[in-house]
C-alpha cells in the first residue's frame, strides 16, 4: 500500500504505482480513499453536471458533502444542465460546489459572437474549458474525472491513475460499463439528466452536442462531422496559459 506521502507526486510513475496499489479497489472504496487518505483537502472533483455524473456525485457526497467539486460554465450550456446540476446540488446536500467561468475580457476579445466554435473548436474549447479549470484546479494535488472506457474508442485504455501537469487525475469509473453505470443510477434512485431521453449521452455545450444514433459510441454526438474528440481537458496537462 503506498504512503500517504508517496501518493502525492504527480509524475508518470506515481500515477503507474497508484494504479497498481488499488487495481481491484471498488469506486465507492477508493473514491473514500482519495478523499479522506491519499489526498486530503487537496483533491477536487470536476463534474460536467451530465449524462451520467449523478454517480461520482454521489459517492463523493456519500464521503463528504464538502468536497471541492468543479463545474465549468462556458456561457454556451444547453439550460437543462444548469437546471440539473441545481438539482442534484440540492438533492445531494453537495455544500462546497464552485462554477468556475471563462474570463470575460478573453471571451469578448476572441469570442463576441459566441461562434468561435465553427472556425476554431479547439481554441473554443481552451478559453471556455481548459483556461479556467486550470486557474481553479491551482492549489489541488490531485483530480477527479468521470471518465470511462466505454465511453469511446479513445478512452478504450483509460487508466485508473493518470498524472497530468504535476497532479495525478483519477478515473474511478474508468472499468465500467454502460450497465454498470445505469445499475447505480436506478439503485440509489437518483435522476437522469433531462436530455438523456433525447439520446443525449454525452452532453456539452449547445453547439458542438447532437443526439446519439444506435449502435454509436456515447460520445458520437460530440463535435459531430469533425476529428475533434476531446474538449482538452483530458488530452493536454492543465495549464493557465500566458495569453490571457
Not at 471563462?102 to 483556461?131: G, Q, S, T
Request: glycine fraction near 6%.
Amino acid at each position: 500500500m503506498l504512503t500517504h506521502e508517496s501518493a502525492l507526486f504527480g509524475d508518470g510513475e506515481s500515477a503507474a504505482r497508484l494504479a497498481a496499489a488499488f487495481a481491484g479497489v471498488n469506486p465507492q472504496s477508493l473514491m473514500r480513499l482519495a478523499v479522506d487518505d491519499l489526498f486530503k483537502d487537496k483533491i477536487a472533483l470536476v463534474s460536467s453536471f451530465g449524462a451520467e455524473s449523478a454517480v461520482l456525485l454521489h459517492m463523493a457526497a456519500e464521503v463528504d458533502k464538502g468536497v471541492p467539486v468543479m463545474f465549468i460554465d462556458t456561457r454556451v450550456l444547453f439550460p437543462e444542465t444548469l437546471a440539473y446540476r441545481d438539482k442534484l446540488v440540492a438533492l445531494l446536500g453537495l455544500t462546497n460546489v464552485t462554477t468556475v467561468y471563462p474570463r470575460p475580457e478573453l471571451l469578448e476579445r476572441e469570442d463576441p459572437e459566441d461562434f468561435l466554435w465553427a472556425a476554431n473548436p479547439d481554441r473554443c474549447c481552451e478559453i471556455r474549458k481548459v483556461l479556467p479549470l486550470a486557474e481553479a484546479l491551482k492549489g489541488f494535488d490531485a483530480w477527479i474525472s468521470g471518465r470511462k472506457r466505454f465511453q469511446a474508442q479513445s478512452r478504450s485504455n483509460l487508466a485508473l491513475f493518470e498524472s497530468e501537469g504535476g497532479r495525478i487525475k483519477i478515473n474511478p469509473l474508468a472499468h465500467w460499463t454502460a450497465r454498470s453505470v445505469l445499475s447505480y443510477l436506478e439503485s440509489h434512485a437518483l435522476p437522469r439528466h433531462p436530455l438523456v431521453a433525447k439520446n443525449y449521452l454525452s452532453i456539452g455545450c449547445i453547439p458542438c452536442t447532437s443526439p446519439v444514433k444506435p449502435g454509436e459510441d456515447a460520445r458520437a454526438g460530440r463535435w459531430r462531422g469533425r476529428e475533434k474528440v476531446e474538449c482538452g481537458l483530458h488530452t493536454l496537462p492543465l495549464y493557465a496559459g500566458a495569453d490571457i
